[in-house]
């Protein structure tokens, strides 16, 4: 990897990521503009941008801050939101998302950031990437935004598979506490497992499993398992990480997302009712814009593909400059701590997984 000197003459390693330009509803300029948002901030940053060179090359130039710190990699296609993974797994290889992805798996780049179709960018991870040793399931995590100490919790899986059997789950779980570790720097964290209830005989027989599962491994996991909990728990101090299925956790992020943007609609007709609310809106402006900024989902933007033997970044589609420069400052936190490996290291020190379970989870992976 290159090295540069900063200014008081250390030198510091880049960190290179590969960026889809052309996964976004907005096209590729808001993504332009997150990067150089990124650079101004980051000194030690370098991109590979994928997609069409004679629409990228005149958004880079306007952008005096990515001058010899972006290369750009001609890819004339595009995936679409549309598009069926299986499909683009097929004849995808012309298009940005294939060519960001390949970038990874060539050792070019560090991390992969892309704001396209998540199905897609899955698929295509794991047949190029590979899933790590021992992992039967990769799973989406996302930061939820709490009352918890850190302001956010890791939530876990919302999306990349609808199935989890217990020791999907059990997996979730471990990889949930590594990205708590060492992306938010919590030492101990506390994991709890989403159910309809906290009861111990509420709930799916899977759940129950993988209850059993992460009870049993807490001791020699460095975690604490605070059992069942429920979905108020989400965004509460309950625990740091939420262990659920993707079709659970997908309904989930995005009834929490509409929520927000319903409190913020709400929030603004309150303080146009009348002239008076239009004064305290006046008073009040500070602390309302300390609340936007807290709920704001561009700025934890960024899903990781947890489980791969590289770390992509998912950024929402509709992300605008601020969404995507928090996805890119998110994939360097994870760049610069070797975070793939150690979620592999992670997963491979819990051993043995019972045989029974293992093999069930495999046959239905493909």
Not at 91 to 120: F, L, P, Q, Y
Not at 146 to 159: A, C, I, Q, T
Request: some cysteine; charged content about 20%; glycine content about 10%.
């Amino acid at each position: 990897m290159q090295e540069a000197n900063n200014q008081g003459g250390n030198p510091n390693q880049l960190t290179v990521l590969s960026i889809d330009a052309m996964g976004g509803d907005k096209g590729p300029s808001p993504i332009v503009a997150g990067m150089a948002a990124s650079a101004k901030k980051n000194k030690d940053l370098h991109f590979i941008l994928h997609g069409p060179a004679d629409q990228l090359e005149p958004l880079v130039k306007r952008r005096s801050l990515l001058n010899g710190r972006c290369e750009i990699r001609h890819a004339q296609d595009a995936v679409s939101m549309t598009d069926k993974p299986s499909q683009v797994v097929r004849h995808g290889k012309d298009t940005s998302m294939w060519s960001a992805i390949e970038c990874v798996r060539n050792g070019e780049a560090e991390v992969c950031v892309s704001c396209g179709n998540t199905g897609a960018l899955m698929a295509l991870s794991m047949i190029r990437l590979r899933k790590l040793p021992g992992v039967n399931r990769p799973a989406i995590a996302v930061l939820w935004p709490s009352r918890s100490e850190m302001g956010f919790n890791v939530m876990l899986d919302v999306g990349a598979d609808i199935r989890a059997d217990a020791n999907d789950l059990f997996q979730y779980a471990l990889m949930g506490v590594s990205y708590a570790r060492n992306g938010m720097e919590i030492n101990i964290p506390r994991v709890g497992l989403l159910n309809v209830g906290t009861e111990d005989h509420k709930g799916r027989p899977e759940l129950h499993e993988a209850h059993t599962l992460i009870s049993e491994y807490e001791s020699c996991g460095d975690y604490i398992f605070v059992g069942f909990v429920e979905g108020g728990d989400i965004p509460g101090d309950k625990a740091d990480v939420i262990v659920t299925d993707g079709f659970t956790g997908n309904v989930a992020i995005k009834t929490g997302e509409g929520t927000a943007s319903l409190i913020g609609d709400l929030l603004k007709q309150a303080f146009e009712f009348s002239r008076l609310s239009r004064l305290a809106k006046l008073l009040a402006v500070t602390s309302l814009h300390r609340l936007r900024k807290r709920i704001d989902p561009r700025r934890v933007n960024g899903g990781v593909f947890l489980g791969l033997n590289s770390t992509v970044v998912k950024s929402h589609g509709s992300a605008d400059a601020t969404g995507v420069s928090a996805a890119i400052k998110l994939a360097v936190l994870l760049a610069k701590s070797d975070f793939s490996q150690k979620i592999a290291a992670r997963v491979a020190s819990v051993t043995p997984i019972p045989q029974d379970v293992e093999q069930n989870s495999i046959s239905g992976t493909e």
